[in-house]
């Protein structure tokens, strides 16, 4: 058994900085107490300790500084709530021959926690280090090595502050009817539309020019259409998408990209508005085809952004449309004590930033019993917010960088993230922080602002987590070379579902081997009746056969595509498997393969990993590699 005395013995040593010392000691041993007065000071000295112990240091500094210069071993050291470091010695009798906390003893672990040192981090827990369920798992697509991280950043909307979909986009889609309404003049009906938040999926293609909707695989075929709501026939889409002798890119400007959970109510309400107009030709202007259709619902959506319609009801109750996670402050502590800044690039402005993460790091609102603070910015070396991304990551963007004045929200002038003197003040104004936040707050510029701010010196230093393909991934990636994680919260429910129907999936394999092995008899008969000499007798019972064949054929391709589809619709009644088409990668599958070095259902999954880990991706497999692989 021990017993773990804590900073409530109000030990101090006498040191530049302070120090809380908790001593942890086996109970078997002589030793039973040290230092049990209510106020005790003792001065670290090279004399060993007779028993077995453990040294549990709390360092910290009045200031809440980081610790430059001499301690700019902070790649190591650990960093806590008000400025507090902790590092652990372990110590044995076998072992302290020499001196307790000599220059010899180098063993030391981190004890991070939500708040301290109440709870370990999950990794290193003693339940750490097992199997991780599949739906938490981080996939790698391209080797990581965390240990040449030394900077991670987050995007804040739909990465660390999950939405609810069911209430969220209930609200940006009532939003953007009513501005279709009351502001672009569409008619009044609309205001009866509903919402079905589950209908869409990320990974759509929409055709503004024709008013369809499209699902396409890795190679940009068209494999699931619709017309609104209603399904385009295979004969169609080939007539459409599949006769040109040059292959469409699907990009803009005649194609809308969805890529990224905020699209799916608009993509919703183009689909009804296509289905309005064909309906009712004569309640739509007939100079407003399609394509006017989809700018006119991206400039209501935009509307509602700029009148902050979403925002304040959010800021509201931010517990009625964003998760509660309260694993966002330990996962971002564990990197911290790991040695590694930490920053937050945002395209949402100070005040909403400061709503929203003041919800996820506290539980405190706008109107409730906590009110909301800047303890959250404890957490993050650089916010950066009004990032406008994706041209925050071009470094030759000329956009202005502003320091943000935290509690009045003005924004100040600065020389690429240095303090400028205001006109008439002789002396540059520095902002002034609170007690143990030495975290300063920005808005615009682009990512060389953010890379000398954080004294980076190479791209490949920095891992990224975003929700958006493009806006977060694409272009951090493909432009910097940042390291990048995607969070594809719809990955959870699909990786359960394909543990659910790996049985399924086998006999789906064995039907689509039976259907080639059919048609391949029937070819070879076909082939034979046509250039072999064959008597009349042989003739006709080949030529039964092939007709017997033909129906087994007809049968097994019937029987293959309907179970086909029932497996699909088990992910989605529509679009079915989000990263496939058919027997493809889909369209999204493919940009997550090409652009996100891991990728994960949640943010708070780094937290079950060790911030050091080495991620290795899975070996690649041609078709030819297939046939040498157990079909389980």
Same mark, same amino acid.
């Given at each position: 058994?021990?017993?773990?005395?804590?900073?409530?013995?109000?030990?101090?040593?006498?040191?530049?900085?302070?120090?809380?010392?908790?001593?942890?000691? &086996?109970?078997?041993?002589?030793?039973?107490?040290?230092?049990?007065?209510?106020?005790?000071?003792?001065?670290?000295?090279?004399?060993?300790?007779?028993?077995?112990?453990?040294?549990?240091?709390? +360092?910290?500094?009045?200031? $809440?500084?980081?610790?430059?210069?001499?301690?700019?071993?902070?790649?190591?050291?650990?960093?806590?709530?008000? $400025?507090?470091?902790?590092?652990?010695?372990? /110590?044995?009798?076998?072992?302290? !021959?020499?001196?307790?906390?000599?220059?010899?003893?180098?063993?030391?672990?981190?004890?991070?926690?939500?708040?301290?040192?109440?709870?370990?981090?999950?990794?290193?827990?003693?339940?750490?280090?097992?199997?991780?369920?599949?739906?938490?798992?981080?996939?790698?697509?391209?080797?990581?090595?965390?240990?040449?991280?030394?900077?991670?950043?987050?995007?804040?909307?739909?990465?660390?502050?999950?939405?609810?979909?069911?209430?969220?986009?209930?609200?940006?889609?009532?939003?953007?009817?009513?501005?279709?309404?009351?502001?672009?003049?569409?008619?009044?009906?609309?205001?009866?539309?509903?919402?079905?938040?589950?209908?869409?999926?990320?990974?759509?293609?929409?055709?503004?020019?024709?008013?369809?909707?499209?699902?396409?695989?890795?190679?940009?075929?068209?494999? @699931?259409?619709?017309?609104?709501?209603?399904?385009?026939?295979?004969?169609?889409? @080939?007539?459409?998408?599949?006769?040109?002798?040059?292959?469409?890119?699907?990009?803009?400007?005649?194609?809308?990209?969805?890529?990224?959970?905020? /699209?799916?109510?608009?993509?919703?309400?183009?689909?009804?508005? @296509?289905?309005?107009?064909?309906?009712?030709?004569?309640?739509?202007?007939?100079?407003? &085809?399609?394509?006017?259709?989809?700018?006119?619902?991206?400039?209501?959506?935009?509307?509602?952004?700029?009148? $902050?319609?979403?925002?304040?009801?959010?800021?509201?109750?931010?517990?009625?449309?964003?998760?509660?996670?309260?694993?966002?402050?330990?996962?971002?502590?564990?990197?911290?004590?790991?040695? !590694?800044?930490?920053?937050?690039?945002?395209?949402?402005?100070? &005040?909403?930033?400061?709503?929203?993460?003041?919800?996820?790091?506290?539980?405190?609102?706008?109107?409730?019993?906590?009110?909301?603070?800047?303890?959250?910015?404890?957490?993050?070396?650089?916010?950066?917010?009004?990032?406008?991304?994706?041209?925050?990551?071009?470094?030759?963007? !000329?956009?202005?960088?502003?320091?943000?004045?935290?509690?009045?929200?003005?924004?100040?002038?600065?020389?690429?993230?240095?303090?400028?003197?205001?006109?008439?003040?002789?002396?540059?104004?520095?902002?002034?922080?609170?007690?143990?936040?030495?975290?300063?707050?920005?808005?615009?510029?682009?990512? $060389?602002?953010?890379?000398?701010?954080?004294?980076?010196?190479?791209?490949?230093?920095?891992?990224?987590?975003?929700?958006?393909?493009?806006?977060?991934?694409?272009?951090?990636?493909?432009?910097?070379?940042?390291?990048?994680?995607?969070?594809?919260?719809?990955?959870?429910?699909?990786?359960?579902?394909?543990?659910?129907?790996?049985?399924?999936?086998?006999?789906?394999?064995?039907?689509?081997?039976?259907?080639? /092995?059919?048609?391949?008899?029937?070819?070879?008969?076909?082939?034979?009746?046509?250039?072999?000499?064959?008597?009349?007798?042989?003739?006709?019972?080949?030529?039964?056969?092939?007709?017997?064949?033909?129906?087994?054929?007809?049968? +097994?391709?019937?029987?293959?595509?309907?179970?086909?589809?029932?497996?699909?619709?088990?992910?989605?009644? +529509?679009?079915?498997?989000?990263?496939?088409?058919?027997?493809?990668?889909?369209?999204?599958?493919?940009?997550?393969?090409?652009?996100?070095?891991?990728?994960?259902?949640?943010?708070?999954?780094?937290?079950?990993? /060790?911030?050091?880990?080495?991620?290795?991706?899975?070996?690649?497999?041609?078709?030819?590699?297939?046939?040498?692989?157990?079909?389980?």
């Amino acid at each position: 058994m021990s017993h773990c005395f804590y900073s409530n013995l109000n030990f101090s040593a006498t040191l530049p900085i302070s120090i809380i010392l908790s001593l942890e000691y &086996d109970s078997s041993s002589s030793f039973s107490c040290l230092y049990n007065t209510p106020l005790s000071t003792m001065r670290l000295s090279k004399r060993h300790f007779s028993p077995s112990l453990s040294l549990c240091l709390s +360092v910290f500094s009045s200031s $809440g500084s980081r610790f430059p210069g001499i301690l700019q071993t902070r790649r190591r050291l650990i960093n806590s709530s008000a $400025g507090t470091s902790q590092l652990c010695f372990k /110590s044995s009798m076998e072992k302290q !021959r020499s001196s307790a906390l000599s220059e010899n003893v180098v063993q030391f672990h981190n004890v991070g926690s939500r708040d301290g040192c109440e709870v370990p981090h999950k990794w290193s827990s003693p339940g750490g280090g097992k199997k991780i369920d599949l739906k938490k798992q981080i996939f790698c697509n391209r080797s990581l090595n965390m240990r040449n991280i030394i900077a991670v950043g987050f995007d804040m909307d739909y990465t660390l502050a999950q939405y609810k979909s069911e209430t969220f986009e209930s609200l940006a889609y009532e939003g953007t009817v009513r501005k279709l309404v009351y502001d672009l003049g569409y008619p009044s009906e609309l205001l009866e539309w509903t919402f079905d938040w589950n209908y869409m999926v990320r990974g759509l293609v929409l055709d503004k020019k024709r008013g369809n909707i499209l699902k396409m695989d890795r190679h940009k075929y068209v494999k @699931v259409a619709y017309h609104g709501f209603k399904e385009l026939s295979k004969d169609d889409k @080939v007539d459409i998408y599949g006769s040109s002798l040059i292959q469409d890119s699907f990009d803009e400007p005649d194609y809308a990209l969805i890529d990224t959970l905020f /699209s799916l109510a608009e993509a919703y309400l183009f689909a009804q508005l @296509v289905d309005f107009k064909d309906n009712n030709p004569e309640k739509i202007p007939k100079d407003v &085809d399609y394509a006017r259709m989809y700018k006119d619902v991206r400039a209501a959506v935009d509307l509602c952004h700029r009148d $902050g319609t979403l925002k304040q009801m959010v800021a509201k109750e931010p517990n009625r449309y964003i998760n509660e996670d309260t694993t966002i402050v330990p996962l971002i502590k564990m990197i911290r004590d790991s040695g !590694r800044s930490t920053f937050l690039v945002t395209n949402s402005l100070w &005040d909403y930033t400061n709503i929203v993460m003041n919800f996820l790091c506290g539980g405190r609102t706008v109107q409730g019993p906590h009110t909301c603070n800047f303890d959250w910015l404890q957490y993050f070396d650089v916010v950066i917010t009004g990032s406008a991304k994706p041209g925050f990551f071009h470094e030759e963007s !000329r956009a202005n960088l502003f320091e943000v004045e935290p509690l009045s929200g003005m924004l100040i002038n600065t020389d690429n993230g240095t303090p400028m003197p205001q006109v008439g003040d002789p002396s540059p104004k520095i902002l002034l922080k609170s007690k143990g936040k030495g975290c300063r707050v920005f808005q615009g510029g682009n990512v $060389g602002h953010l890379h000398t701010l954080l004294s980076i010196e190479s791209s490949s230093q920095v891992l990224y987590v975003g929700d958006h393909i493009y806006g977060d991934i694409l272009r951090s990636k493909k432009v910097l070379g940042w390291r990048t994680m995607l969070v594809v919260p719809e990955l959870e429910k699909e990786v359960e579902l394909l543990w659910e129907l790996r049985d399924v999936r086998q006999k789906l394999i064995l039907m689509r081997n039976e259907r080639d /092995s059919v048609e391949d008899k029937i070819h070879h008969l076909n082939w034979s009746l046509k250039f072999e000499k064959i008597n009349e007798n042989d003739k006709q019972e080949m030529l039964s056969a092939l007709k017997d064949l033909e129906s087994k054929r007809d049968q +097994v391709r019937q029987n293959h595509q309907q179970a086909q589809k029932e497996n699909h619709q088990k992910f989605h009644k +529509v679009w079915g498997q989000l990263m496939k088409t058919g027997y493809q990668s889909s369209r999204f599958a493919h940009q997550v393969e090409r652009f996100a070095c891991l990728y994960t259902s949640q943010v708070s999954n780094l937290r079950l990993y /060790s911030p050091d880990k080495y991620y290795r991706p899975s070996e690649d497999f041609m078709s030819h590699e297939f046939h040498f692989l157990p079909l389980d």
